[in-house]
Every structure is written in structure tokens, then in C-alpha cells.
């Protein structure tokens, strides 16, 4: 069983468009996160909630759009995707907030704009 | 200004050798330190956490310490295999309270047969 998935693995787009990255855990964690890993292998938080409530939002330019229907599930929807916004997506959960605790990450979202 | 530095970006090692990585950090105060794997095209995978207040952990050929004195972590791989080269990640929790996990850009260890 898959702990963290994601959806989709490779994301090719133009430049622009509006795209969607979904993200699950079967784990029954309280928390999830969104990292981008750039081009240089940098692994940075974008967003992390608890139980369907924003709790950390760094710095991500606001055509990022976290969306948490229910704890088990985090999507990430981009508007207007610059060439910028090419890097790996990875979705993430924990059982506790912060760095307290183990982090789960799903196998990352490729996300190319060209 | 806060930084977390992992000092190789690459690290060659004969396989049965000890490898060691080091994690240093700067202007962090960090509760707690954590390592993580990372195989090319998969998502980074949880090794061992340590507490400020705990000098060493370790699991199985896996070894981390600790230095707040230093600010420095050191992760030890002991009779290193080849399946153990991956990139590997520090993270720092920078203080008490609803922080993110901070990385490091990695280390990638390559143990040759």
C-alpha cells in the first residue's frame, strides 16, 4: 500500500496554463506539506496544514493555491505557470506539526513548463 | 544570515569503508536534527532523528551525533555497500513552535564495489 501518493508523476505544460497536483496519505497523519526541489537539488517548504487548516505558508507567490478537502488529502492547484515553477513537487505527511516527527514524502511531481 | 550546510556535494567510498557525512549549521538554534535518504526520482526517506539534549543515535550500520558546541551533525554509514549509495539530506527543526523542516542540499554518497 502506498503511503503518500501523488498525481500525476510527470506534468508537462505551457507556459500560462493552470495546473492541478494531487496528493493522498493513508497514514492517518494530522499533517501535510508541499516541498518544491529545484533544479539544484534544493528542498524547500511551500506549505504545511493540520487537520485542513493552513498553518505555515512560506514565501510561494500567490498563484500557488493549497487546497485540503479533508486530512487525508492535499492538492496543490498553480495559476498562470511561469518557467520558473519547473522544479519536482513533493507532497509529504507527519503525525506531528513541525520537525518533531518523521516525514513521509510521495515519489515527487515533475513539473516541466515550457 | 541562517544557514544549513552539507560540505560535499559528493562523497566516493570504498564499499566496506565507514562513510561519513557532515551537516553544519548557522544562526539556527535547531530542537531537533533529522536525516533522510534520497534515491534519483523518488521522494527523500526518513533515516533517524536526534534531540538536541542526545549526544548519538544510532539504527542498525547507521550512527548520528549531535555538537550544539560544534553546530554540527555527523551521519556514519559502517561497513558501507553498494545499495547504499543515494543522496543523503539533513533537516533541522529550527526552534520550538509550529516550524518547518529545514535541508541541506544533500551529500551524494557513491560506494564503489
Known amino acids: 500500500d502506498t503511503a503518500v501518493s501523488q498525481t500525476p508523476k510527470y506534468l508537462v505544460t505551457q507556459m500560462g496554463n493552470d495546473k492541478s497536483i494531487k496528493c493522498e496519505q493513508n497514514l492517518g497523519h494530522d499533517t501535510m506539506y508541499w516541498y518544491k526541489q529545484d533544479s539544484k537539488k534544493f528542498l524547500k517548504i511551500m506549505f504545511s496544514?493540520?487537520?485542513?487548516?493552513?498553518?505555515i505558508n512560506e514565501t510561494v507567490p500567490n498563484r500557488f493555491s493549497p487546497k485540503s478537502p479533508d486530512k487525508a488529502h492535499l492538492n496543490l492547484h498553480i495559476n498562470s505557470l511561469e518557467l520558473g515553477d519547473s522544479a519536482v513537487y513533493f507532497c509529504a505527511s507527519s503525525q506531528r506539526t513541525s520537525g518533531r516527527g518523521e516525514q513521509f514524502f510521495g515519489p515527487g511531481t515533475r513539473l516541466t513548463v515550457l | 544570515s541562517q544557514k544549513i550546510e552539507q560540505n560535499s556535494e559528493a562523497l566516493n567510498i570504498q564499499e566496506g569503508k565507514t562513510a561519513t557525512l557532515t551537516c553544519n549549521y548557522t544562526?539556527?538554534?535547531?530542537?531537533?536534527l533529522q536525516w533522510y535518504r534520497q534515491d534519483p526520482g523518488r521522494g527523500p526517506v526518513f533515516l533517524l532523528l536526534i534531540r538536541e539534549n542526545e549526544k548519538e543515535k544510532r539504527k542498525e550500520r547507521l550512527k548520528v551525533t549531535f555538537d550544539t558546541t560544534l553546530k554540527q551533525s555527523l551521519f556514519h554509514i559502517t561497513a558501507s555497500q553498494p545499495a547504499d549509495s543515494a543522496t543523503y539530506l539533513c533537516?533541522?527543526?529550527?526552534?520550538?513552535?509550529?516550524?518547518?523542516?529545514?535541508f541541506g542540499k544533500g551529500t551524494r554518497l557513491s560506494v564503489i564495489a
Open positions: 496544514y493540520n487537520n485542513k487548516e493552513l498553518i
Open positions: 533537516a533541522l527543526v529550527p526552534n520550538s513552535g509550529n516550524t518547518p523542516l529545514v
Open positions: 544562526n539556527y538554534s535547531p530542537a531537533y
